[in-house]
T-cell receptor, first 116, second 115 residues
Framework: AQKVTQAQTEISVVEKEDVTLDCVYE???????LFWYKQPPSGELVFLIR??????QNEISGRYSWNFQKSTSSFNFTITASQVVDSAVYFC?????????????FGTGTRLTIIP | DGGITQSPKYLFRKEGQNVTLSCEQN?????MYWYRQDPGQGLRLIYY???????QKGDIAEGYSVSREKKESFPLTVTSAQKNPTAFYLC??????????????FGSGTRLTVV
């Protein structure tokens, strides 16, 4: 069974600080997909990134970066120079390969508050 | 622009009533999903459908029903058997490409409150 753990329930940082959101996953499959989604106060989940299990290369997109480490089953998300607009709930999610029958399992989310 | 439309945005239900939440997509996605979100519990899968006229129960299907008569539509009915229906409901869709699974596109959600 697939499982995602986001141990940080809430984080608050002052604007311009860096912040890392942790994500640890469990799966028995060798082929799987990892995701991060952002949920602003409006409620809709917004896709941020996708990683498959064969691509351990870290990714940077502007102020956002992701660190995927299979050895520790982690897929952590770092925001550099945080801004108030980054305040949201962030979800990490996992899907095992199932050839058209994929389903995402979500962590419980981390509520990030950026203090101006 | 393609996307997923959920309606209504807010819904109030009286005790003992059935209510139906609408979810429509124009993305030509094959799979559609319903999730329930409660504070501190993340998103839990209610039902999903990989193809028209077929659907499967998720982790918390009791008290809910769905139909998938058209590819574009996946309505969720919250029945009176659901004892604690107050929650935020999210609909999503996905499509699988040759290069793999690319996750979901979400609607903007329906907030259901029992009054």
């Amino acid at each position: 069974a697939q499982k995602v753990t986001q141990a940080q329930t809430e984080i608050s940082v002052v604007e311009k600080e860096d912040v890392t959101l942790d994500c640890v996953y469990e799966t028995r499959d060798t082929t799987y997909y990892l995701f991060w989604y952002k949920q602003p106060p409006s409620g809709e989940l917004v896709f941020l990134i996708r990683r498959n299990s064969f691509d351990e290369q870290n990714e940077i997109s502007g102020r956002y970066s992701w660190n995927f480490q299979k050895s520790t089953s982690s897929f952590n998300f770092t925001i550099t120079a945080s801004q108030v607009v980054d305040s949201a709930v962030y979800f990490c999610a996992l899907s095992e390969e199932n050839f058209g029958n994929e389903k995402l399992t979500f962590g419980t989310g981390t509520r990030l508050t950026i203090i101006p | 622009d393609g996307g997923i439309t959920q309606s209504p945005k807010y819904l109030f239900r009286k005790e003992g009533q059935n209510v139906t939440l609408s979810c429509e997509q124009n993305l030509n996605h094959d799979a559609m999903y319903w999730y329930r979100q409660d504070p501190g519990q993340g998103l839990r899968l209610i039902y999903y459908s990989q193809i028209v006229n077929d659907f499967q129960k998720g982790d918390i299907a009791e008290g809910y029903s769905v139909s998938r008569e058209k590819k574009e539509s996946f309505p969720l009915t919250v029945t009176s058997a659901q004892k604690n229906p107050t929650a935020f409901y999210l609909c999503a869709s996905s499509i699988r490409r040759n290069s793999g699974f690319y996750g979901y596109t979400f609607g903007s959600g329906t907030r259901l409150t029992v009054v």
